[in-house]
């Protein structure tokens, strides 16, 4: 995760936004400056006066009403929704992550019982060539079975494909060049069995893009505040103080002290038009703001919902996948021992063996999916996202443990949620 380049470039974001929120902060502090300046005259070739100035020029505003001070909330809510940003793309990152892997695993699966398949149909093509030469079976039978065996190798190229191509997207996700991938298989994986029927609503809340949204809104409603105090007048306090040798028309030598000190009092009166316009515009965009946040809810709801219907159809296809796979087996063995005692073509052997290869790379894929399935449901809920001693953020991986650990807990039924 360290080498991905957009989970780099959203935590320089947020070390952009930490910085633009120290700059609103300081401006509540006074100004402070040193401005020196000398000048050298002569009139009619009259012996030339030299005059200096070393000021100390320092400048306050007085934020009475507000304008700073709503600044430096919306910094503050920008720092809160550019680590938001950083932690959906690390939630991205890690769901990307993991699918691509099983996804692996699921390749490596389905080319390892196309390679079990071939194996075993190129021995049929040797059994068939024997009845042949004994007078059990004709040409035709060996051509078919040929066709259907190449056709298979030629999926196993394919799948070989897959593979190379996945591990490669894995290696230039996580920063690496393209490259094979360490793995394990797919039977040794542990994914949770049970699954609730709703979700704690408090989870959504953790959710990364929950908390950008609702951040984007906090700023927008602070960029509103911002826009009204431009028709309230502004109060700056601003003085000067150094040494001078020049004090009115005449020139003193050795210079003298200086003071000066001036308050200024600034009330808008012909740009009122300008200032309801950004008014104007600040309210569309909060507006805008409140309805992206109650939409990201709503999205959250449905790929929460989609994550659980995901699961259960995977599972129950599953069921589904495995007595489907038991039958074929039988109908290949019954096949075989009809062929052998004259009661069946081969034509009929070819299509049971390749149901039941269908049927078990179906089950590899439903498998994956259920993987897939519980995968999306943990994003769903915000899983992945947390640093654990993130600056902004509270803890959120005990809730999601808690959640596939303890189905007893209270939690909204599909249609509250």
């Given at each position: 995760?360290?080498?991905?380049?957009?989970?780099?470039?959203?935590?320089l974001?947020?070390?952009?936004?930490?910085?633009?929120?120290?700059?609103?902060?300081?401006?509540?502090l006074?100004?402070?400056?040193?401005?020196?300046?000398?000048?050298?005259?002569?009139?009619?070739?009259?012996?030339?006066?030299?005059?200096?100035?070393?000021?100390?020029?320092?400048?306050?505003?007085?934020?009475?009403?507000?304008?700073?001070?709503?600044?430096?909330?919306?910094?503050?809510?920008?720092?809160?929704?550019?680590?938001?940003?950083?932690?959906?793309?690390?939630?991205?990152?890690?769901?990307?992550?993991?699918?691509?892997?099983?996804?692996?695993?699921?390749?490596?699966?389905?080319?390892?019982?196309?390679?079990?398949?071939?194996?075993?149909?190129?021995?049929?093509?040797?059994?068939?060539?024997?009845?042949?030469?004994?007078?059990?079976?004709?040409?035709?039978?060996?051509?078919?079975?040929?066709?259907?065996?190449?056709?298979?190798?030629?999926?196993?190229?394919?799948?070989?494909?897959?593979?190379?191509?996945?591990?490669?997207?894995?290696?230039?996700?996580?920063?690496?060049?393209?490259?094979?991938?360490?793995?394990?298989?797919?039977?040794?994986q542990?994914?949770?069995?049970?699954?609730?029927?709703?979700?704690?609503?408090?989870?959504?809340?953790?959710?990364?893009?929950?908390?950008?949204?609702?951040?984007?809104?906090?700023?927008?409603?602070y960029?509103?505040?911002?826009?009204?105090?431009?028709?309230?007048?502004?109060?700056?306090?601003?003085?000067?103080?150094?040494?001078?040798?020049?004090?009115?028309?005449?020139?003193?030598?050795?210079?003298?002290?200086?003071?000066?000190?001036?308050?200024?009092?600034?009330?808008?009166?012909?740009?009122?038009?300008?200032?309801?316009?950004?008014?104007?515009?600040?309210?569309?965009?909060?507006?805008?703001?409140?309805?992206?946040?109650?939409?990201?809810?709503?999205?959250?709801?449905?790929?929460?919902?989609?994550a659980?219907?995901?699961?259960?159809?995977?599972?129950?296809?599953?069921?589904?996948?495995?007595?489907?796979?038991?039958?074929?087996?039988?109908?290949?063995?019954?096949?075989?021992?009809?062929?052998?005692?004259?009661?069946?073509t081969?034509?009929?052997?070819?299509?049971?063996?390749q149901?039941?290869?269908?049927?078990?790379?179906?089950?590899?894929?439903?498998?994956?999916?259920?993987?897939?399935?519980?995968?999306?449901?943990?994003?769903?809920?915000?899983?992945?996202?947390?640093?654990?001693?993130?600056?902004?953020?509270?803890?959120?991986?005990?809730?999601?443990?808690?959640?596939?650990?303890?189905?007893?807990?209270?939690?909204?039924?599909?249609?509250?949620l």
């Amino acid at each position: 995760m360290r080498n991905n380049s957009d989970l780099q470039t959203a935590r320089l974001q947020v070390e952009a936004a930490q910085a633009s929120l120290m700059a609103s902060r300081l401006a509540f502090l006074p100004s402070l400056a040193i401005s020196p300046e000398g000048t050298v005259s002569s009139y009619d070739h009259s012996k030339a006066t030299q005059t200096y100035q070393l000021p100390l020029v320092s400048s306050w505003e007085l934020d009475i009403s507000g304008r700073l001070l709503n600044a430096s909330r919306g910094s503050y809510t920008s720092l809160l929704q550019s680590e938001a940003y950083r932690r959906m793309v690390q939630s991205s990152l890690i769901t990307n992550i993991a699918n691509l892997y099983y996804t692996l695993l699921m390749l490596d699966q389905q080319v390892s019982i196309t390679q079990s398949t071939l194996l075993l149909w190129w021995e049929n093509i040797r059994v068939l060539e024997a009845m042949k030469e004994a007078g059990m079976t004709n040409e035709a039978a060996i051509v078919q079975s040929r066709a259907n065996t190449h056709q298979v190798e030629a999926s196993l190229f394919t799948l070989q494909q897959q593979v190379r191509e996945t591990e490669n997207t894995l290696a230039v996700l996580i920063g690496h060049p393209p490259q094979q991938i360490e793995r394990n298989k797919l039977e040794a994986q542990y994914l949770p069995e049970y699954l609730r029927a709703g979700v704690p609503v408090q989870l959504l809340a953790n959710r990364p893009d929950i908390q950008y949204a609702e951040m984007q809104l906090a700023t927008a409603f602070y960029n509103t505040n911002q826009a009204r105090t431009a028709f309230y007048p502004q109060l700056t306090i601003s003085g000067n103080a150094g040494w001078t040798n020049a004090a009115g028309t005449a020139v003193l030598n050795p210079g003298k002290l200086i003071l000066s000190a001036v308050a200024n009092l600034t009330q808008p009166i012909f740009n009122r038009g300008n200032n309801l316009a950004n008014l104007r515009i600040a309210e569309v965009q909060q507006q805008e703001a409140q309805i992206n946040f109650q939409q990201s809810l709503l999205q959250a709801g449905k790929e929460v919902s989609d994550a659980l219907y995901q699961y259960e159809a995977a599972d129950s296809r599953m069921l589904e996948d495995r007595s489907q796979i038991d039958n074929l087996e039988k109908a290949v063995q019954y096949t075989q021992a009809l062929f052998r005692a004259g009661s069946s073509t081969y034509l009929e052997i070819l299509t049971a063996q390749q149901s039941l290869l269908n049927a078990q790379l179906t089950e590899v894929n439903d498998l994956f999916d259920r993987m897939q399935a519980i995968i999306n449901l943990y994003t769903a809920l915000g899983g992945g996202s947390n640093d654990y001693n993130g600056p902004y953020w509270g803890g959120l991986q005990p809730a999601i443990d808690n959640y596939f650990s303890n189905p007893g807990d209270v939690c909204l039924i599909e249609g509250d949620l």
